[in-house]
């Protein structure tokens, strides 16, 4: 039975368009994309969370941390 199944799978590889392979990779590529871009907005929003503690913990007025907290927030 499992020799039917892989050749059905071979038989309906062989029947993939060319405009369905390119549909297909341009739709991976579109979701390796929005996986970087999640990742670059993670690593910013950790820079921002750093440079609030560290402003924090130098004394500086809460306004001036606050402001950069949601100056940071708003850019994502």
Known sequence: MEKGRTSDKAEVTKQVSPEMERRAAQRARDRAN???????????????VII????SFQGIGIEIVASVGIFGLAMV
């Open 52 to 55: 609030v503690i560290i402003l």
């Open 34 to 48: 929005a996986a970087r871009w999640n990742l670059e907005v993670a690593g910013f929003l950790f820079a921002i």
